[in-house]
Nanobody, 126 residues
Framework: QVQLVESGGGLVQAGGSLRLSCAASGRTFSSYAMGWFRQAPGKLREFVACINGNGDILYYVGSVRGRFTISRDNAKNTLYLQMNSLKPEDTAVYYC???????????????????WGRGTQVTVSS
């Protein structure tokens, strides 16, 4: 099955931007819907955004809508999360995840995803 490795995290001031990447290897990347989740210290893992295999169905949690953009390049086997206007409350470990589930194309529950990366830390200072 596919393996996932995140990169692009770091320390940024409030109002700044970061772009996360998730490199996939293994089976055909385009057959997977993908998601980004995050987990802050002491909190449960939270859905951030998802995208279907073709990249034409996108969905975001309300707290990031208008600031974050999820995208994918199937030719490069890579998932992205462009994060703009970052806030201190965006501080978390960010994970990408893959699902082969066939449904609406919108999967906000972690239970849908069978493959996870190890995460990349994003820290936003005030």
């Amino acid at each position: 099955q596919v393996q996932l490795v995140e990169s692009g995290g770091g320390l940024v001031q409030a109002g700044g931007s970061l772009r996360l990447s998730c490199a996939a290897s293994g089976r055909t990347f385009s057959s997977y819907a993908m998601g980004w989740f995050r987990q802050a210290p002491g909190k449960l893992r939270e859905f951030v955004a998802c995208i279907n295999g073709n990249g034409d169905i996108l969905y975001y949690v309300g707290s990031v809508r208008g600031r974050f953009t999820i995208s994918r390049d199937n030719a490069k086997n890579t998932l992205y999360l462009q994060m703009n206007s970052l806030k201190p409350e965006d501080t978390a470990v960010y994970y990408c995840a893959a699902t082969s589930y066939r449904g609406s194309g919108v999967y906000t529950s972690a239970g849908f995803y069978s493959v996870w990366g190890r995460g990349t830390q994003v820290t936003v200072s005030s």
